[in-house]
């Protein structure tokens, strides 16, 4: 009996386990992420197209509920009527269908590898320290000074886009996105390397 199922029992009430997953089918090096579906009667999927079909600022997604949980279609029809009652949240018809028939479709993950690639290398030149990532798009490189919020206003002085790592609870480390042409990757190469040598 796994964790979950013991504090539900302890509880008398269910512990759900909501799992965001878009970036569940883009993954590299062999690397697969297991659904979670099948592992815990109150598991929940709620995912998006957008990442795994390539198709930024689509909203288009779905819910989909543990084949253990009891009077699972009780539940689906709850949400199904909150999608409903909110409307906003709908989907075109148009985009349905297109969705419908893309199911089973994805980006060619060897594009985003090569990209990976071409970012830890410019990374690496430059002498960043970082983790290589398995899966989505991003990398959290650790930032040469310990406050990423002035690192990143260099960083982009030197016309390179990054995040703070702090607005995702890693002070210290800044996140960068490879979803863009490789080209655009190589040509930052300068920027991280002089960003670097602002602080040495």
Same mark, same amino acid.
């Given at each position: 009996?796994?964790?979950?199922?013991?504090? %539900?029992?302890?509880?008398?009430?269910? &512990?759900?386990?909501?799992?965001?997953?878009?970036?569940?089918?883009? /993954?590299?090096? @062999? *690397?697969?992420?297991?659904?979670?579906?099948?592992?815990?009667?109150?598991?929940?999927?709620?995912?998006?197209?957008?990442?795994?079909?390539?198709?930024?600022?689509?909203?288009?997604?779905?819910?989909?509920?543990?084949?253990?949980?009891?009077?699972?279609?009780?539940?689906?029809?709850?949400?199904?009527? %909150?999608?409903?009652?909110?409307?906003? &949240?709908?989907?075109?018809?148009?985009?349905?269908?297109?969705?419908? /028939?893309?199911? @089973? *479709?994805s980006v060619d993950v060897d594009v985003y590898t090569r990209r990976r690639n071409a970012m830890a290398e410019v990374l690496t030149e430059a002498g960043y320290e970082f983790n290589m990532p398995k899966g989505s798009f991003y990398f959290f490189p650790k930032s040469p000074i310990e406050d990423d919020k002035a690192f990143i206003e260099v960083l982009t002085s030197q016309r390179v886009l990054g995040v703070p790592g702090s607005g995702f609870g890693c002070p210290g480390y800044f996140r960068l996105a490879f979803c863009v042409d490789e080209s655009v990757i190589r040509n930052s190469r300068e920027g991280f390397a002089a960003a670097r040598r602002h602080f040495a």
């Open positions: 009996m796994s964790l979950l199922e013991k504090k %539900t029992r302890e509880y008398n009430h269910p &512990v759900w386990l909501i799992s965001d997953e878009p970036y569940r089918f883009l /993954a590299y090096d @062999g *690397a697969t992420v297991p659904s979670v579906l099948p592992l815990y009667p109150y598991a929940v999927c709620v995912s998006s197209f957008s990442k795994n079909l390539s198709l930024p600022g689509e909203r288009i997604g779905y819910v989909a509920l543990s084949p253990l949980l009891e009077n699972r279609a009780e539940l689906m029809a709850a949400l199904t009527i %909150t999608n409903r009652i909110l409307g906003y &949240v709908n989907a075109p018809i148009v985009g349905q269908h297109i969705m419908a /028939a893309a199911l @089973g *479709a």
